[in-house]
C-alpha cells in the first residue's frame, strides 16, 4: 500500500485537512503501508516554500511524517506535458479559447449529470478559421480533453458507489501550466499511489480522473472520499471561522496533542481528552469506521 497527502501549499493547514491527512495517514500506517507526501503547488503565485515547510510542521507536530522526500508538481511539469501529448496522439486533445468568463457562464447552464461545473464544449468544433481569429485577437488557448460521453463507477471506501459522467476537462490552462486533473492522474500513477483519501468534495471529480488513468495506462487506486468538516455556520471550514490551524489553537492555549485527540474523537477513535499519540490511534483504526457524516464544529471549538 501506498498513500499520499496532496495539499496546496496556499496556506496553513485548517483541522479539515489536518483531519483528512490523519485518515490517509492511519489507513497506510493499519497495513504497514508507505505514506507520501506532494506538494501540489501548480499555482505559481499563491504557492510558497514558507507555507510548504509550515504545512509540513503541523503534520509532524501531530505525528505524522512521509516515508519519502516530498514531491513537488511544479517540478514535474514535463512529465505532465508528456501525458498530454500521448493523449494528443490519441486525438483526445483541443484548443479553447473561451474566457473565464464565458466558462463561468457556460458551467452555470444544466448539464445533466455531468460534474457541478461542467463545460459543454463550446470549442470542439472549430475551424482552423475561427482558432486564427482568436488567436489575432490575443486569446491563448488552454487545452481539454475531448470526451465521447464516457461514464464510471467508483466504488469508493467511504462514499460507498458513486456514478458520474465525464466533460471535457481542461488538461493544460492557458498560461501553459497543467491543470490539476491531470497532473494528480500523472503523479499518482507514477509514484504507485495505490490508495488515495482526500475531502469528498473531489467525489465528482473522480470519473474524469478514471477516464485520463485509462487513456494514459495508468491504474486506478483505490479511493476513500472523507466528508468535510464544516463550521457552526453550516460552511465549509475556512480560516475566516476563527481559530482553526494548530498555530491559531495554540494561541488560545490547545496544544498538538489535544488537537490531535480531538481529531480522533472525530472519528470514533478515542475521547476527546484522551492523551493519545497518533501511533496509539493506528491500531483502532479501519477505513469503513469512518464517518459517512460531516464532523461540524461548535462554536466553542473555534
Avoid at 39 to 60: C, F, G, I, N, Y
Avoid at 249 to 272: E, P
Amino acid at each position: 500500500m501506498r498513500g499520499r497527502f496532496a495539499p496546496s501549499p496556499t496556506g496553513s493547514l485548517h483541522l479539515g485537512n489536518l483531519r483528512t491527512a490523519l485518515v490517509s495517514w492511519l489507513q497506510v500506517r493499519a497495513e504497514g503501508g508507505e505514506w507520501l507526501v506532494r506538494m501540489e503547488d501548480l499555482d505559481r503565485v499563491t504557492s510558497s516554500p514558507v507555507h510548504e515547510r509550515d504545512q509540513l510542521a503541523s503534520l509532524a507536530a501531530l505525528g505524522m511524517h512521509p516515508d519519502e522526500p516530498v514531491v513537488r508538481q511544479s517540478e514535474r511539469f514535463p512529465l505532465h506535458h508528456d501525458a498530454i501529448g500521448t493523449l494528443r496522439a490519441q486525438g483526445r486533445v483541443y484548443e479553447c479559447f473561451c474566457t473565464r468568463r464565458e466558462i463561468r457562464d457556460a458551467a452555470q447552464a444544466p448539464h445533466g449529470d455531468l460534474p457541478e461545473g461542467a463545460y459543454p464544449g463550446t470549442c470542439r468544433q472549430l475551424t482552423e478559421g475561427q482558432r486564427a481569429e482568436h488567436r489575432r485577437d490575443g486569446r491563448r488557448p488552454a487545452l481539454r480533453l475531448r470526451t465521447d460521453g464516457e461514464r464510471f463507477t467508483v466504488h469508493d471506501l467511504v462514499a460507498g458507489t458513486f456514478d458520474g459522467g465525464v466533460d471535457d476537462v481542461v488538461l493544460q490552462r492557458a498560461d501553459g501550466v497543467p491543470a490539476y486533473n491531470l497532473a494528480v492522474v500523472v503523479d499518482d500513477g507514477l509514484q504507485g499511489i495505490t490508495h488515495v483519501v482526500r475531502g469528498d468534495d473531489l467525489l465528482s471529480s473522480t470519473p474524469r480522473q478514471r477516464l485520463l488513468q485509462e487513456l494514459l495506462g495508468l491504474p486506478e487506486p483505490q479511493y476513500a472520499h472523507v466528508p468535510l468538516v464544516l463550521a457552526p455556520d453550516g460552511t465549509r471550514l475556512a480560516k475566516r471561522h476563527g481559530a482553526v490551524t494548530l498555530a491559531d489553537l495554540a494561541a488560545r492555549g490547545v496544544g498538538a496533542h489535544q488537537v490531535l485527540a480531538r481529531l480522533g474523537a472525530s472519528l470514533g477513535l478515542c475521547a476527546a481528552d484522551e492523551p493519545v499519540s497518533a501511533d496509539d490511534l493506528v491500531p483502532r483504526f479501519r477505513i469503513d469506521s469512518v464517518p459517512h457524516e460531516p464532523w461540524w464544529l461548535a462554536s466553542d471549538q473555534l
